[in-house]
């Protein structure tokens, strides 16, 4: 099993940056594919970006395509997500998941796959 910890979420204006953080403690962070999945009030949950096992390859919601960046750290088990230019239908519960996958280079952008979920961290944008 691998636990995840998220941070870095927060009350911010449209247009400012925020970056996501998520700690993985348990088995080894390098065999699990990260993905950030968002929730927002009374919506279903929306895989916003996942990244490979290898950090080779990601994968973008396109409501965040260019505005958005994830990357991982294997050695610090850490994956992270950039959030530049924000809007308010950003707003929504950020949660760090992991999933086990084929390969090495594979992302995974259902959020039905993902194996392991931290708790969500709030980011909330006003206009």
């Known amino acids: 099993q691998v636990q995840l910890v998220e941070s870095g979420g927060g009350l911010v204006q449209a247009g400012d940056s925020l970056r996501l953080s998520c700690a993985a403690s348990?088995?080894?962070?390098?065999?699990?594919?990260m993905g950030w999945i968002r929730q927002a009030p009374g919506k279903e949950r929306d895989l916003v970006a996942t990244i490979s096992r290898s950090g080779a390859n990601t994968y973008y919601a396109d409501s965040v395509k260019g505005r958005f960046t994830i990357s991982r750290d294997n050695a610090k088990n850490t994956v992270y997500l950039q959030m530049n230019s924000l809007k308010p239908e950003d707003t929504a519960v950020y949660y760090c998941?992991?999933?086990?996958?084929?390969?090495?280079?594979?992302?995974?952008?259902?959020?039905?796959?993902?194996?392991?979920w931290g708790q969500g961290t709030q980011v909330t944008v006003s206009s």
């Open positions: 348990g088995r080894t962070f390098s065999s699990y594919a």
């Open positions: 998941a992991a999933a086990n996958p084929l390969g090495l280079h594979s992302v995974v952008t259902f959020s039905y796959d993902y194996d392991y």
